[in-house]
């Protein structure tokens, strides 16, 4: 059926929600924009030394005109620094997926215009992300290196320790059948040089482009030796003595361009079936509404469907059990021509609505449909008669359908997401496919109006046994505190900051991004890859 919207854009409330959510979306675009301030002030000296800044070496890359869905644009905000107006987002690296020679693919480009490209605390984090998509998603891995690496003035065991799984996943990616091309474009020492040691393909770019397990200022403290960088790892010493390198190029460009080359030489996409474009008829409420049809404030209600009837085709959908657990929308509906289980919150999910969602997404299962999980609730329902009613039995069993459903799974945060009801919604613990926030978003425990009531109830019942008087000040400045703390960490862009999830979209772009991720899936389910016991090796 077709939704008919009861939504009043010229409302208070409209006219409000659109004025706040709109400030976040452009929070949101001046964070981003952070990073490539601070990469452009190099482009001079690059030049200088004959080079492409990294955003352009991006934009070589990939086919002009397709789409590309960037992901962890905010990684490490307020990692680098506790400070909002002074952390710069991204993590001295460019993520994401685009086409490349007709073919999707994950890039990483390393931002050697922020600091040489040196890894921050999250850039692991956000590499590893993407490796982990690539290898579930099956899209060949490009990777367009230079990197001071790891700085060694901030070094941490546990950095070091996790940063090993970076080469293991090459190395899984390769043995899985999916290759990895390395454009060797400037240095890339020490543990950074596995990164083209470990790409089956490796194109090193001429007089910049250079990999050794130590540069000649290492060596000589090491060893004394007195030698020089490019005999030690320069490109044309690996295209001519080491054979690391099997492809030199003259500079950016011609190493840029004989990647492509390379990408269209594996004839990727040879095992997808042959089908017509699916037919995507685009919805009849204006996408735009979504910025003032959501509160910013998760605590004021609204109705999913009224989301839902804005990004799928021809604003269609059947909704199922509509009468019970009503909290809980269940809807079957298409996007892009692909059908899918959307399931969202209108409010916290009761028993009958833990038992819908579960049934729901075992028969989305069952008929091989992806899902997609639209988090607006603060959680499962508690209280004596909702525990008397079997919520932790029903919350368990939708947490149960959730982990086991083998059907491509994406989540969106577009409100609260809390508690274990975040779980039962496949939050980031459940490694959904792909995982998105908008702005307004917050994730966490619980709420930090909830966390200091609860904290505050502690401190009165422990005052009332001991028979104490409670400093009601004392009290009030903690749960101020309190509440503080949570509410920072429950930031979509905190979050965000931290790899817990894939980025945060405007949400006139949701439609975009929930098409672009589903026909992602369906390529990587459809594509034959020839997995072997051992990633391609150099002899």
């Known amino acids: 059926m077709r939704f008919i919207s009861q939504l009043d854009k010229d409302s208070d409330s409209y006219r409000r929600n659109r004025a706040d959510m709109l400030a976040l979306v452009d929070r949101l675009r001046a964070l981003e924009a952070r990073p490539m301030a601070l990469s452009e002030e190099r482009r001079a000296r690059m030049e200088a030394r004959g080079q492409i800044t990294p955003r352009d070496r991006l934009a070589r890359l990939l086919d002009p005109g397709l789409p590309f869905v960037q992901l962890h644009s905010l990684a490490g905000y307020m990692v680098d620094s506790a400070d909002p107006e002074t952390s710069v987002p991204g993590a001295s690296v460019i993520i994401g997926i685009g086409f490349v020679s007709g073919v999707r693919c994950m890039v990483v480009v390393d931002d050697s215009g922020i600091k040489a490209g040196a890894m921050t605390e999250m850039t692991a984090a956000a590499f590893l992300s993407a490796q982990e998509v690539a290898l579930k998603q099956r899209l060949p891995f490009l990777h367009l290196v230079e990197s001071a690496g790891a700085n060694l003035m901030e070094y941490r065991v546990e950095l070091w320790a996790h940063g090993g799984k970076l080469f293991r996943n090459l190395a899984r990616l390769s043995a899985a059948g999916i290759p990895n091309i390395a454009v060797l474009h400037g240095p890339s020492t020490a543990g950074g040089a596995y990164m083209p040691g470990l790409a089956d393909y490796v194109v090193g770019v001429r007089k910049n482009g250079m990999a050794a397990l130590a540069g000649a200022a290492l060596v000589h403290a090491a060893t004394g030796e007195r030698a020089n960088d490019r005999d030690l790892g320069g490109s044309e010493m690996h295209a001519q003595t080491s054979g690391l390198v099997e492809y030199l190029a003259e500079d950016d460009a011609h190493g840029i361009e004989i990647a492509r080359q390379v990408v269209a030489a594996l004839d990727w996409n040879k095992s997808l079936p042959a089908r017509p474009a699916p037919a995507a008829v685009a919805p009849p409420l204006d996408p735009e509404d979504l910025a003032g049809l959501v509160p910013v404030d998760y605590r004021v209600p609204y109705d999913m469907r009224e989301l839902a009837a804005r990004v799928v085709d021809g604003g269609v959908f ?205 390529e990587a389910r459809a594509r034959r890859v020839k997995p072997g016991s051992y990633g391609v090796a150099r002899f």
């Open 318 to 522: 059947q909704d199922f059990k509509p009468r019970y657990g009503v909290s809980t929308v269940c809807l079957q509906a298409a996007i892009h021509g692909i059908a899918v289980g959307i399931i969202g919150n209108n409010g916290p999910i009761d028993p009958d609505g833990a038992t819908k969602a579960a049934q729901f997404i075992q028969l989305c299962g069952q008929s091989d449909t992806p899902l997609i999980f639209l988090n607006n609730t603060t959680g499962y329902m508690v209280g004596t008669a909702y525990e008397q009613a079997g919520m932790i039995k029903h919350g368990a069993k939708m947490i149960q359908a959730v982990t086991s459903v083998d059907v491509p799974r994406i989540t969106l945060y577009v409100g609260a997401s809390f508690g274990a009801g975040n779980y039962g919604m496949s939050g980031y613990a459940y490694e959904p496919d792909f995982l998105f926030a908008w702005p307004n978003a917050t994730t966490g425990v619980m709420g930090g109006e909830q966390a200091a009531g609860t904290m505050a109830m502690v401190a009165r019942a422990g005052a009332a046994r001991k028979g104490q008087e409670l400093d009601e000040a004392r009290l009030a400045k903690q749960s101020a505190m309190i509440a503080a703390h949570f509410d920072r960490q429950s930031d979509a862009f905190y979050t965000s900051g931290r790899c817990l999830d894939h980025g945060v979209i405007d949400p006139r772009d949701t439609r975009r991004v929930l098409g672009f991720c589903l026909h992602t899936c369906r």
